[in-house]
């Protein structure tokens, strides 16, 4: 994301209108489509981070389709639409919450194929080399999002899978016109994609991109039909895993025809907790963003939060210092759980947590010295895209997916035309070394072959009184988890609406660099002043986060908040 560090991440929240969407708050019961970004529908919604990929969504609940169908298309949608985000050569994370309260998670995020070792982007001397973790053929990881979805379509969905797909397909092969902060970001990469393709990719022209110009892909098309007639056999075996290793060995890439065969998304538990009485669902290592969700909210419920106010500064200190230790155990503990044992309930539990931020001083600031992991019990029992689907019926549906960087490597595999990821960089790659995002990590997340990155995606369901109340997740790299954790505070401890707890101001501190980036004019100057007396480091940067959330009140109505940080979209019926 271009907030994040060089990575652009986007997040979608579509509100499923009967008719479609609309472009503002007013009542527009006399439109026959409508899109905005904070509206209100009682049947269906969901969030996308373009208005094409928004249409698909809607037309698909209108057909009869559940969340699942919907959440499947949108994603094939946002593969051709969404280039920065969306895609066919990523992966991700979803987590779906059915209408009896049964819950589920798939976990489709990319592996390291068989041929990576620990020290892969390491010099003779141990040095990392620049940019080979990011920029080339070895930083993409074999991709899930395919096997992903057709996972999450065959176990749930309603509609017949060609009905899915097509409208993705349509996409590709008539066109669609960009919209002006995509013209922006496809011209700003521009150079990446002439010097990293042999051949120039479709999202380069002889002229730059403006708002209205049409973006075809026949290449994709042809993949996505493949996708269509054969199934994940489609994507990853025949003339597609033909091209992949074709593309790899022009690059020196590392996937083989093998590692896309043998690649298999796994369905997981969950990590479940609870919030001053409301049931938390987040997505299960490896991504680490649920676990960091659980570890914050645990640890500042035992501090009078709205007794102190919003954005006061009592409460900025405590949920700073929460993130701090978060972030430290993420380094030490978190990876995947098929390489790595790792203590999930231990680091959830709330006697753990409440000790873990019992050391805290309310009159200093912990530097990160005076912080290190925790030690909790072995209890058994910044290019990124989130959207949330809720649909008549109550299935709900929480995804967060990625290609890591803006458009990944930039590198799009010849006559595939979809684009490659560097999910690579996701690993520890040295220990103590930061990735893109600035996270460091330790053995629990190094590269071994067929292992999985850890993720800090976030995305989340919550309950309250047992009923659907929110359904949200942001991209933004490092920032997401401390983003969704912001958002739900807002909405349980200060009562906001979805709207004003999604626009309000935001902060993040990772525990290392020692430094909390906080959005401009998002903190008063005296509560600023105050923090800093008491030793915080504050730095000024674009957006944190682009939180997309569906709300639904007592009275079974959806409301939307699709993040005005971002190019997000609303609809719903």
């Known amino acids: 994301m271009s907030f994040c560090k060089g990575i652009i991440c986007i997040s979608v929240l579509f509100v499923l209108l009967i008719s479609g969407c609309s472009r503002n708050e007013a009542d527009n019961s006399n439109s026959l489509f409508s899109e905005g970004q904070f509206i209100t529908s009682d ?29 499947a298309a949108v994603e094939f949608a946002l593969a051709v639409c969404y280039p920065e ?63 992903g979805i057709i996972k999450v379509h065959s176990k749930y969905g ?46 380069v022209k002889d002229s730059l991109w403006k708002e209205g110009d049409t973006l075809i892909q026949p290449e994709l098309a042809n993949t996505l039909k493949l996708i269509r007639d054969y199934g994940r056999d489609g994507f990853y075996k025949g003339i597609t895993a033909q091209r992949i290793e074709a593309e790899m060995k022009r690059g020196n890439g590392l996937i083989t ?61 405590i949920m700073i210092e929460a993130e701090k230790r978060a972030f430290a155990d993420r380094a030490e503990f978190l990876g995947d759980p098929d390489y790595v044992k790792i203590p999930v309930n231990g680091l959830i539990n709330k006697r753990y947590l409440k000790g873990r931020i019992s050391n805290v001083d309310m009159r200093k600031a912990s530097s990160p010295e005076e912080i290190t992991a925790g030690n909790p019990e072995w209890i058994e029992s910044e290019e990124t895209t989130h959207y949330s689907v809720v649909d008549a019926f109550g299935n709900a549906v929480a995804a967060t997916t990625t290609l890591n960087a803006t458009f990944g490597t930039s590198i799009v595999v010849e006559g595939a035309g979809f684009l490659l990821n560097n999910q690579m960089d996701d690993f520890s790659i040295k220990p103590g070394y930061p990735n893109i995002y600035g996270l460091t990590g330790s053995e629990a997340n190094s590269i071994q072959p067929g292992k999985r990155m850890l993720s800090s995606m976030t995305p989340a369901i919550v309950e309250k009184n047992k009923k659907l109340f929110l359904i949200l997740g942001s991209p933004g790299g490092s920032t997401i988890p401390t983003s969704v954790f912001q958002v739900i505070v807002n909405v349980i401890d200060f009562r906001m609406s979805i709207k004003d707890a999604v626009i309000a101001g935001r902060f993040h501190n990772q525990w290392l660099p020692d430094q909390t980036d906080m959005e401009k004019e998002s903190i008063d100057s005296l509560t600023i002043a105050v923090l800093r007396n008491l030793g915080h480091k504050f730095y000024t940067r674009s957006a944190i986060g682009r939180v997309n959330a569906i709300m639904i009140d007592k009275n079974g109505l959806r409301h939307s908040g699709a993040d005005p940080r971002g190019n997000n979209v609303a609809c719903g019926y």
């Not at 309260?101 to 990392?128: H, Q």
Request: a positive charge; charged letters at 20%; hydrophobic letters at 40%.
């Open 43 to 71: 049947s269906g919604m969901v969030v996308s981070a373009h208005p094409e990929s928004s249409k698909v969504g809607i037309n698909i609940l209108r057909k009869g389709g559940n969340a699942m169908d919907a959440a």
């Open 85 to 147: 985000a969306g895609n066919l050569g990523g992966g991700g994370f979803m987590v779906i919450r059915k209408a009896s309260g049964e819950t589920d998670a798939i976990d489709y995020r990319e592996k390291a194929p068989a041929a990576s070792r620990r020290d892969m982007f390491l010099d003779s001397a141990g040095n990392v080399i620049r940019g080979l973790s990011t920029n080339s053929h070895l930083a993409c990881g074999v991709p899930g999002t395919v096997d």
């Open 158 to 203: 309603k509609l017949p899978f060609n009905e899915i797909i097509q409208p993705a397909i349509d996409l590709a092969e008539k066109g669609f016109p960009v919209t002006a902060v995509q013209a922006k970001s496809l011209n700003a990469n521009r150079i990446n994609f002439i010097e990293r393709n042999r051949i120039r990719p479709a999202f």
């Open 257 to 317: 025809s093998e590692d896309l065969a043998s690649y298999d998304a796994q369905w997981r538990e969950p990590v479940t907790g609870t919030y001053r009485g409301y049931r938390i669902i987040a997505a299960p290592p490896p991504s680490g963003g649920g676990i960091i969700l659980l570890q914050l909210l645990g640890m500042v419920e035992n501090f009078p939060l709205r007794k102190w106010g919003f954005h006061s500064a009592k409460a900025i200190h």
